[in-house]
């Protein structure tokens, strides 16, 4: 299991942009897939955007393609998730997740973060 921490979470207004950074611990970062995924007040969780091991594979929901932007940093044991274009939709509770194969399915991630929340306003 890896241990996960996400940050950059905050307040925004729409229209605007957040980078939210998920920090892994361990030796092993390199060997997950990594994913994010967002849960907003009385709805299930969803799936944001999903990377490969090595980075070079990418997917995302609908809902945000092409204004958000998973990358990952192998070196440093990072994972971020660069959101461009915010709506108030996107107001949610982010949380950064390991699996170990690329998969956008939330039971196949085995170790979640806390969560860092996002707040969109209009």
């Known amino acids: 299991q890896v241990q996960l921490v996400e940050s950059g979470g905050g307040l925004v207004q729409a229209g605007g942009s957040l980078r939210l950074s998920c920090a892994a611990s361990?030796?092993?970062?390199?060997?997950?897939?990594m994913g994010w995924f967002r849960q907003a007040p009385g709805k299930e969780r969803e799936f944001v955007a999903a990377?490969?091991?090595?980075?070079?594979?990418?997917y995302y929901a609908d809902s945000v393609k092409g204004r958000f932007t998973i990358s990952r940093d192998n070196a440093k044991n990072t994972v971020n998730l660069q959101m461009n274009s915010l709506k108030p939709d996107d107001t949610a509770v982010y949380y950064c997740?390991?699996?170990?194969?690329?998969?956008?399915?939330?039971?196949?991630?085995?170790?979640w973060g806390q969560g860092t929340q996002v707040t969109v306003s209009s």
């Open positions: 361990g030796r092993t970062f390199s060997s997950y897939a």
């Open positions: 997740a390991a699996a170990t194969r690329f998969t956008v399915v939330a039971a196949e991630f085995g170790s």
């Open positions: 990377i490969s091991r090595g980075g070079g594979s990418t």
